[in-house]
């Protein structure tokens, strides 16, 4: 029901935008996130808002160093009874994992969410984990949106269901949710922030084991509650169909691609999940309806296809991703779905082979491009360089025309890997690692190099942002030196050159001087970004 | 009324902007609105697409279906080429013909301009030259090109001026008019070229 006191808008958002606005019409006090596709712009709309906010209502919402920081900034942030969002990319939540997991043993006192982006496809990622499995994994209710509309709509439910059962929600958001817009009517009256409150119960935030046993059986009763809830969540629903040959269980945006197939309405009942836990009731409901097989359409992994397998006795066939109607990998999309429902493809052009790939590569007048040229040719003057390097723009460094690098795994690998292939004997053990990589994952790496003196060489290429994920802000910019001299590393061997063609000779020959160290190196070719660098360019003129 | 359409170019080149103008009219004309970006990495100079739906119905899907695309708009040739697979039989294609070159398997440029010939439904235009003879910068280019595009859009040309102008107001009269210049440049090439 609308209330006609209320101001309403009409707004064309990113599912991003749409997850940002509605967090602070629900008063929050905080967004703690660390940048990464496709999660990246719900802070960055959140920052940009803080401009036309008065003093009074402004939000924290400066860059974390990681995703584990940041989820423990937040839990801090709700322990004093104020309200917090985290916003992160899937692999982020492995980073997070620690705390996000057992931030539902501590529970919450001020309304804490956490979105989880998915990236199926990989268009930006390195894996296609679904973050659902740790809702489920650390039994925090998760939701779902189907459209920008559900996402607005459930970020305020999300805040109101952690302030009443006190425990973290996880928002689940897939690439093409956060990265498209749609019109989105929006409330604009906002909620509030939170005055600061101690928790009721301060016993529960201390994980001692007396503590958690207690806490984590009161969290197991609790699922029963949370299931009770996702069933009175109206965005949960079956809708019973015509043709009780079958059903189909449609989570999430697969819900979307299945109603473009059928835009007079399907044929077949339908039982659309945008909460989880996935209630038995609705279950229930779907197969007393008659029906003889479930089709089960998701975005991500097979996580409801699972369930239902188990919960659906086998005289009900269950098909989907595992039985491979719809594709096993990557995102669904309209046909993907069109075809698992037999329909007959619509009538195209044929597609033209001239067309060949482009794949995405280093900007011309990168910094990295100069590191990259640099580093090739002197790896190039030993039999067996080996170059691990990391998650950022330079991992295209991977592609035509560097090739130069041997591994790409997660944030801050480079350097540990450099160190373990260099134990096992690899002589010369390069890692390559952005600046901002270097304070979200590599500090404690380096600090491993430093105590067992590895003889490797670290080039920490700074181009003094958060460069892959658009410009933001890098944690450690300005003040690298010192971190890499107080972790210990010999101020000798901690080197800066200026990734420039015209200093190639030095930079090449900075690298031969420190690949002859016996010992940790750290080399720092630093110039800035130059998509910051023009952005600056232009803020400048246009404040002349 | 239902325009299915992909913007297609290069990383950098701009394609959000003509989505934005686009948006913009739409979302004033009442018109149901889906638009999904790429953002990331592939923007680093690769190839990028916008699914860009209007719809006076509600609009169920982000993503287009292959065999529904009614018009792609394209700031590059081989670009367009790449989501024919995905266009109607009667679609359109509009497109830029400047190649932008930056890997080095490019095709014959003359080759990627007769295979878009052989679609039926097509317009090609040198959306720079066009800015420049209308006394607007390179960077309107792409208003050219969605001049181009106004008559198979189902948006009325006044609403998508005046979202023009909405969107570049900030920025000063001049380079609303520049832009609307560029507009219009298109438009009329348009017209002219599928009379």
């Given at each position: 029901?609308?209330?006609n006191?209320?101001?309403?808008?009409?707004?064309?958002?990113?599912?991003?935008?749409?997850?940002?606005?509605?967090?602070?019409?629900?008063?929050?006090?905080?967004?703690?996130?660390?940048?990464?596709?496709?999660?990246?712009?719900?802070?960055?709309?959140?920052?940009?808002?803080q401009?036309?906010?008065?003093?009074?209502?402004?939000?924290?919402?400066?860059?974390?160093?990681?995703?584990?920081?940041?989820?423990?900034?937040?839990?801090?942030?709700?322990?004093?009874?104020?309200?917090?969002?985290?916003?992160?990319?899937?692999?982020?939540?492995?980073?997070?994992?620690?705390a996000?997991?057992?931030?539902?043993?501590?529970?919450?006192?001020?309304?804490?969410?956490?979105?989880?982006a998915?990236?199926?496809?990989?268009?930006?990622?390195?894996?296609?984990?679904?973050?659902?499995?740790?809702?489920k994994?650390?039994?925090?209710p998760?939701?779902?949106?189907?459209?920008?509309?559900?996402?607005?709509?459930?970020?305020?439910?999300?805040?109101?269901?952690?302030?009443?059962?006190?425990?973290?929600?996880?928002?689940?958001?897939?690439?093409?949710?956060?990265?498209?817009?749609?019109?989105?009517?929006?409330?604009?009256?906002?909620?509030?922030?939170?005055?600061c409150s101690?928790?009721?119960?301060?016993?529960?935030?201390?994980?001692?084991?007396?503590?958690?046993?207690?806490?984590?059986?009161?969290?197991?009763?609790?699922?029963?509650?949370?299931?009770?809830?996702?069933?009175?969540?109206?965005?949960?629903?079956?809708?019973?169909?015509?043709?009780?040959?079958?059903?189909?269980?449609?989570?999430?945006?697969?819900?979307?691609?299945l109603?473009?197939?059928?835009?007079?309405?399907?044929?077949?009942?339908?039982?659309?999940?945008?909460r989880?836990?996935?209630?038995?009731?609705?279950?229930?409901?779907?197969?007393?309806?008659?029906?003889?097989k479930?089709?089960?359409?998701?975005?991500?992994?097979?996580?409801?296809?699972?369930?239902?397998?188990?919960?659906?006795?086998?005289?009900?066939?269950?098909?989907?991703?595992?039985?491979?109607?719809?594709?096993?990998?990557?995102?669904?999309?309209?046909?993907?779905?069109?075809?698992?429902?037999?329909?007959?493809?619509?009538?195209?052009?044929?597609?033209?082979?001239?067309?060949?790939?482009r794949?995405?590569?280093?900007?011309q007048?990168?910094?990295?491009?100069?590191?990259?040229?640099?580093?090739n040719?002197?790896?190039?003057?030993?039999?067996?360089?080996?170059?691990?390097?990391?998650?950022?723009?330079?991992?295209?460094?991977?592609?035509?025309?560097?090739?130069?690098?041997?591994?790409?795994?997660?944030?801050?690998?480079?350097?540990?890997?450099?160190?373990?292939?260099?134990?096992?004997?690899?002589?010369?053990?390069?890692?390559?690692?952005?600046?901002?990589?270097?304070?979200?994952?590599?500090?404690?790496?380096?600090?491993?190099?430093?105590?067992?003196?590895?003889?490797?060489?670290i080039?920490?290429?700074?181009?003094?942002?958060?460069?892959?994920?658009?410009?933001?802000?890098?944690?450690?910019?300005?003040?690298?030196?010192?971190?890499?001299?107080?972790?210990?590393?010999?101020?000798?061997?901690?080197?800066?050159?200026?990734?420039?063609?015209?200093?190639?000779?030095?930079?090449?020959?900075?690298?031969?001087?420190?690949?002859?160290?016996?010992?940790?190196?750290?080399?720092?070719?630093?110039?800035?970004?130059?998509?910051?660098?023009?952005?600056?360019?232009?803020?400048?003129?246009?404040?002349? | 009324?239902?325009?299915?359409?992909?913007?297609?170019?290069?990383?950098g080149?701009?394609?959000?902007?003509?989505?934005?103008?686009?948006?913009?009219?739409?979302?004033?004309?009442?018109?149901?609105?889906?638009?999904?970006?790429?953002?990331?990495?592939?923007?680093?100079?690769?190839?990028?697409?916008?699914?860009?739906?209007?719809?006076?119905?509600?609009?169920?899907?982000?993503?287009?279906?292959?065999?529904?695309?009614?018009?792609?708009?394209?700031?590059?040739?081989?670009?367009?080429?790449?989501?024919?697979?995905?266009?109607?039989?009667?679609?359109?294609?509009?497109?830029?013909?400047?190649?932008?070159?930056?890997?080095?398997?490019?095709?014959?440029?003359?080759?990627?301009?007769?295979?878009?010939?052989?679609?039926?439904?097509n317009?090609?235009?040198?959306?720079?030259?066009?800015?420049?003879?209308?006394?607007?910068?390179?960077?309107?280019?792409?208003?050219?090109?969605?001049?181009?595009a106004?008559?198979?859009?189902?948006?009325?040309?006044e609403?998508?001026?005046?979202?023009?102008?909405?969107?570049?107001?900030?920025?000063?009269?001049?380079?609303?008019?520049?832009?609307?210049?560029?507009?219009?440049?298109?438009?009329?090439?348009?017209?002219?070229?599928?009379?």
């Amino acid at each position: 029901m609308k209330d006609n006191n209320l101001f309403y808008m009409r707004r064309l958002l990113l599912g991003d935008e749409a997850i940002a606005l509605s967090a602070i019409h629900s008063g929050i006090s905080g967004v703690y996130a660390y940048p990464g596709t496709p999660s990246t712009e719900i802070t960055e709309y959140i920052q940009h808002m803080q401009k036309s906010t008065p003093e009074s209502e402004k939000v924290f919402c400066r860059w974390c160093t990681n995703e584990k920081t940041a989820m423990e900034a937040a839990l801090g942030m709700s322990y004093m009874g104020k309200r917090a969002l985290v916003c992160m990319k899937h692999v982020g939540m492995n980073v997070a994992a620690d705390a996000f997991v057992n931030s539902a043993m501590t529970g919450t006192n001020g309304g804490l969410v956490v979105v989880a982006a998915d990236d199926p496809s990989m268009h930006s990622s390195q894996n296609e984990q679904d973050s659902r499995f740790y809702g489920k994994f650390s039994f925090i209710p998760t939701f779902e949106p189907a459209s920008q509309q559900e996402a607005y709509d459930m970020v305020r439910d999300a805040f109101e269901f952690s302030e009443k059962y006190k425990i973290p929600v996880l928002l689940r958001v897939t690439t093409r949710m956060a990265h498209s817009r749609a019109e989105v009517e929006t409330c604009d009256q906002k909620r509030p922030q939170n005055e600061c409150s101690f928790p009721e119960n301060p016993r529960q935030w201390i994980l001692l084991p007396a503590n958690s046993k207690v806490r984590y059986n009161t969290l197991l009763q609790e699922q029963e509650l949370f299931e009770q809830e996702s069933a009175n969540d109206p965005r949960n629903k079956y809708i019973p169909g015509t043709d009780k040959s079958m059903a189909i269980v449609a989570c999430g945006i697969a819900y979307n691609y299945l109603m473009e197939n059928y835009p007079q309405g399907s044929p077949y009942g339908i039982l659309k999940i945008s909460r989880y836990p996935i209630p038995d009731t609705l279950i229930e409901q779907m197969l007393s309806d008659g029906i003889k097989k479930v089709m089960v359409m998701e975005e991500g992994q097979p996580v409801a296809e699972e369930i239902m397998l188990q919960k659906i006795s086998s005289k009900v066939e269950v098909v989907g991703r595992l039985t491979g109607e719809l594709p096993r990998v990557g995102e669904l999309n309209p046909d993907s779905v069109r075809k698992a429902l037999g329909l007959e493809p619509l009538k195209a052009h044929e597609s033209d082979d001239i067309v060949v790939s482009r794949p995405p590569a280093l900007c011309q007048g990168c910094g990295h491009r100069d590191m990259y040229k640099a580093l090739n040719e002197v790896a190039a003057e030993f039999e067996n360089s080996r170059i691990f390097s990391d998650i950022g723009c330079y991992t295209l460094g991977a592609l035509p025309p560097f090739r130069a690098i041997h591994s790409t795994v997660d944030m801050g690998a480079s350097i540990t890997m450099a160190k373990g292939a260099s134990d096992a004997g690899q002589f010369p053990s390069f890692a390559v690692i952005g600046d901002s990589t270097f304070t979200h994952s590599g500090i404690t790496g380096l600090l491993d190099c430093v105590n067992n003196n590895a003889n490797v060489v670290i080039i920490i290429s700074d181009n003094l942002t958060t460069g892959m994920t658009g410009g933001q802000d890098s944690a450690g910019t300005g003040r690298l030196e010192s971190i890499c001299a107080g972790v210990g590393v010999d101020p000798a061997h901690i080197r800066v050159v200026v990734p420039l063609p015209k200093n190639m000779e030095e930079i090449k020959q900075t690298l031969r001087e420190e690949i002859a160290y016996n010992g940790v190196s750290v080399v720092i070719p630093r110039r800035e970004c130059i998509q910051t660098f023009k952005r600056h360019a232009r803020e400048k003129k246009n404040n002349k | 009324m239902k325009k299915d359409i992909i913007l297609a170019g290069v990383g950098g080149q701009g394609i959000l902007s003509i989505a934005t103008v686009i948006g913009e009219a739409a979302l004033t004309n009442g018109l149901h609105i889906k638009q999904a970006e790429v953002h990331g990495m592939s923007q680093r100079g690769g190839d990028v697409q916008s699914n860009l739906r209007l719809s006076s119905d509600p609009i169920s899907s982000d993503l287009i279906p292959t065999g529904g695309v009614d018009i792609i708009i394209s700031l590059e040739p081989m670009e367009a080429l790449r989501y024919i697979g995905s266009l109607s039989k009667e679609g359109w294609i509009v497109t830029s013909t400047i190649p932008f070159i930056n890997i080095p398997n490019y095709p014959d440029t003359e080759e990627v301009i007769k295979h878009i010939k052989a679609i039926p439904n097509n317009v090609m235009l040198d959306v720079e030259t066009l800015a420049k003879n209308a006394g607007a910068p390179a960077q309107a280019s792409n208003m050219v090109l969605l001049g181009a595009a106004v008559p198979m859009l189902g948006i009325e040309y006044e609403a998508i001026k005046e979202a023009v102008r909405k969107i570049f107001s900030r920025k000063g009269e001049e380079i609303v008019n520049s832009n609307l210049a560029a507009l219009e440049a298109g438009y009329q090439y348009s017209l002219e070229s599928t009379k």
